[in-house]
Nanobody
């Protein structure tokens, strides 16, 4: 089983920016979609942004216009550029990689993003 590793989390002020990175611990093949999900205490995990192998993107309504997901040059590496951060963006952010949309896929252990007010 593969492990995804997230990095880039931390404490950010309201209105600030942060960039998250995700990379697999070893090579992956056949990945068609990768994405970022987040979970706050007392809340269910929610989709933030996804990107397909042909660079099609999808965003949660709450982050549209503020967050940008992108692919890196390294195999199956993705980023999440977060701008205009709000306190409600505070959560643990997880990276996910899937070969099929209905599969659970591989997950990272998460990186904490805290937006102070």
């Amino acid at each position: 089983q593969v492990q995804l590793v997230e990095s880039g989390g931390g404490l950010v002020q309201t209105g600030g920016s942060q960039r998250l990175s995700c990379a697999p611990s070893r090579n992956l093949f056949g990945i068609t979609i990768m994405g970022w999900y987040r979970q706050a205490p007392g809340k269910q995990r929610e989709m933030v942004a996804t990107i397909t192998s042909d660079e099609r993107t999808n965003y949660a309504d709450s982050v549209k216009g503020r967050f940008t997901i992108s692919r890196g040059n390294a195999k199956n590496t993705i980023y999440l550029q977060m701008n205009s951060l709000k306190p409600e963006d505070t959560a643990v952010y997880y990276c996910n990689a899937r070969r099929l949309p209905f599969e659970a896929g591989a997950w990272g252990q998460g990186t904490q993003v805290t937006v102070s007010s």
